[in-house]
């Protein structure tokens, strides 16, 4: 069995029901449907009533219809959803080499323009499922430089749950005015020493919340579903993109490139890799000090891209 502490789909916890009993109660309340996985990964799927009443709602707005654009097909006002996710094929005057190359743009996703809120969304819903998180009593802790942790804000927000961001102090005054507006409560938003950098001190800030049971601790790095919600929305969604790309111009989906950061998107690589026999390929800033001397990884960047050989 898989350890307690962490949220694997099918294995509910023995001591949930009442936690899975207070979601189901609040969903009720708040009038909040799940998408699932497979919704995600192709919007057509979606009950056309639930696209139809996107029109009306903003998609940056705090509505718990916004978790049905959770995916790579939004256009960037956030209509849609499109057959293909926007996507942009490099040429080779630029790159400089036969290879076809493809960026999917992560920049379409609500609420945060970044496709961590996604990542967010697995790794919380996960724990809700399988009776993992309560709703009534529960914290979700986002630790983070930034945009995982605005996702998990904007995703406890709309389904009904408390958020608390852990992120460094020297980040962007922009990332903090956009929190302060998400929130409902002034300490939830923690401020640890440092910058981009700092990653431990906001994991020994973690470590101090997590003496309290109510606090939930959504470590990126270590929750399964980060991995899990990449291989079964981001794959299918990048495979769409290069079956569209490929259709008049036959070719082979050679590899998958994407930052490592916490290695979330990397699932869709893992996808890819057991559809297609693609590589996959992970890249890091050569500044960054994290990997430099620490091994640990920078944040994931907005684009992914596959490279298909002529």
Known sequence: MADPGLAVFGEFDPDGRDAYDHAVARFRENNIVLPTF?????????????????????????????????????????????????????????????????????????????????????????????????????????????????????????????????LPEGMSRERFEWLERWIEHPDDVIRT???????????????????????????QFSEFSNHLGHYAVTGPALERVFEHVTADRPGRLAGFVSASGSAGTLGAGDYLKDRHGARIVAVEALECRRCSTTGSASTTSRASATSTSR
């Open 193 to 219: 020493p440092g910058t981009e950098t700092n990653v431990k001190e906001i994991y020994d800030e973690c470590a101090r919340l997590a003496r309290d049971p109510a606090n939930v601790i959504l470590n």
């Open 38 to 166: 497979a919704q995600l990964a192709d919007p057509a799927t979606i009950p056309q009533p639930i696209i139809d009443s996107l029109a009306g709602v903003d998609k940056d707005a705090g509505d718990p219809r916004n978790l049905f654009r959770v995916h790579w097909f939004n256009n960037a006002d956030g209509s849609g959803p499109n057959e293909v996710p926007d996507h942009i094929e490099l040429p080779p005057e630029l790159t400089g080499v036969d290879a076809r190359i493809v960026l999917a743009l992560g920049n379409r996703f609500p609420m945060i323009g970044a496709h961590k809120v996604l990542a967010a969304y697995a790794c919380l819903v996960a724990r809700l499922v399988t009776g993992r998180f309560d709703p009534t009593r529960n914290r979700a802790v986002w630790p983070s430089t930034g945009n995982y942790a605005r996702g998990g804000v904007a995703i406890s927000r709309i389904m009904g749950c408390r958020g608390v961001a852990v």
